[in-house]
């Protein structure tokens, strides 16, 4: 139930239950700030509501890292499912006990010229200090703009919608996009028996294992995972860069597109249109191919310059080997002839902050930010790809990105703690 928020005011209002939105309400109660979370849905809405049934993490346990609550469970390399993710989080929501309403939109949120925030939500209209949206950076998905429409008879599911390959027809699927939940849906399907069509895209992969240890752990060693986003080779152009493709599947593996084609998957270029029940396809899917390997060998040689330079007892491992090029490149796949009737698109996510109405936002619509913190005081983001670290979208690095802006947050002039749960009590009038 919704209590109406019409008149209420608090020090800081946090915009979004999940991950980020729970680390930061932890993060806020023991400096003992007050504070409310407006959630639309139901905590772990996302986990419970938008993934498939064999969904698991790609990192492996000992990443999930919240805020005064690591994983303690028995397999810490291993990967959670779908339901063990949800318990996590369920967990997490008992131990911070944050003050939480749950079912209230935001539509808007404005600042006034004193600087104040006025959020107008479902549940009436209230205001606050400081907003933190921590609503995550992947809200609307991508389909891509065809000339024409595909078949009625055509079904269509977007990635966030897709459970398993019995809510689809009968017939062969497309699957259209091959980035982590592109090729893990493909392989889904590959494996209850269907033919799979799959529009392969630029996205890279990394390997499961190499040298007797997961490559998260290697990468973790090196400290890549603490590498700022100001020290990446790439800067903030990483932020839109794809993930790599790999799988925490029955205990963790390879996702090896060259491997599914030799066993019946059909690959195909990138998708480019669509006329008269013919879809047109852009060459380039050995080159496609060809990038992906080649981003996992250059990890496995830092892996292995790591390993050779620390001198570390490391067994030595075999490369990979292509085992399947593609003989030719159909630009055309007519509809009617292959027996597809049913399309999943993988072709990822779009931000959209049209509700945060505040000048905060580059030319392309992002947030303009540094760890999160915009150039408008008291207005903070929480839980970007990218924000800070690899892993500040991740169980792993949310919560870091959390206890930064907790910081901010209280030496912000005019912020009054509450004295209550973190037992800190006072006016804080530092800089802001």
């Not at 003050?99 to 539509?107: A, D, I, N, Y």
């Not at 010229?113 to 959020?119: A, I, S, V, W």
């Not at 209230?126 to 998905?141: F, L, R, S």
């Amino acid at each position: 139930m919704t209590s109406d928020l019409d008149g209420e005011h608090r020090a800081v209002i946090v915009v979004g239950g999940g991950q980020a939105g729970l680390s930061m309400s932890r993060c806020l109660d023991v400096r003992g700030i007050d504070h409310l979370v407006l959630e639309r849905d139901v905590v772990a809405s996302s986990w419970k509501r938008h993934r498939w049934d064999t969904f698991c993490l790609v990192t492996p346990n000992w990443q999930c890292d919240l805020p005064d609550f690591p994983y303690a469970g028995p397999d810490p390399h291993g990967f959670m499912v779908r339901s063990e993710i949800v318990d996590y989080l369920e967990a997490y929501r008992a131990f911070v006990d944050p003050p939480l309403r749950e079912g209230v939109s935001v539509t808007r949120v404005s600042r006034d010229e004193h600087g104040t925030f006025r959020l107008e939500t479902s549940a009436g209209t209230c205001t606050a200090d400081q907003v933190v949206v921590a609503t995550g950076g992947y809200h609307t998905p991508v389909t891509p703009t065809l000339s024409e429409p595909l078949p009625p008879s055509i079904t269509q599911v977007q990635s966030q919608d897709y459970r398993n390959g019995g809510q689809l027809p009968p017939g062969e699927v497309l699957v259209v996009g091959s980035g982590q939940s592109g090729a893990q849906i493909a392989e889904d399907l590959h494996l209850e028996g269907r033919q799979v069509h799959l529009v392969v895209g630029n996205a890279p992969r990394v390997a499961r294992f190499y040298r007797g240890r997961d490559v998260t752990d290697w990468l973790d060693e090196m400290g890549y995972y603490r590498m700022p986003v100001t020290r990446h080779p790439r800067r903030e152009a990483v932020r839109a860069q794809a993930n790599h493709y790999v799988t925490g599947r029955d205990g963790g593996r390879d996702i090896d597109l060259r491997r599914f084609a030799t066993e019946g998957m059909r690959l195909h270029g990138a998708l480019v249109d669509h006329r008269a029940g013919t879809l047109h396809l852009r060459p380039g899917l050995a080159a496609s191919l060809d990038h992906a390997d080649e981003v996992s060998e250059s990890i496995k040689d830092t892996i292995d310059g790591f390993v050779a330079s620390r001198g570390i007892d490391a067994p030595v491992e075999e490369r990979y080997s292509p085992v399947w090029r593609p003989e030719s490149e159909p630009t055309e796949l007519v509809l009617a002839s292959t027996g597809i009737t049913s399309v999943v698109w993988c072709a990822g996510f779009r931000p959209d902050w049209s509700w945060v109405d505040v000048p905060v936002f580059t030319g392309r619509g992002t947030p303009s930010h540094r760890r999160g913190v915009t150039g408008t005081p008291g207005l903070f983001f929480l839980g970007l790809p990218w924000q800070w670290t690899w892993g500040s979208g991740r169980f792993s690095g949310v919560g870091a990105d959390a206890e930064f802006l907790g910081e901010r947050i209280r030496s912000r002039r005019g912020i009054t703690s509450t004295g209550g749960r973190g037992d800190v009590c006072d006016v804080l009038a530092l800089g802001a």
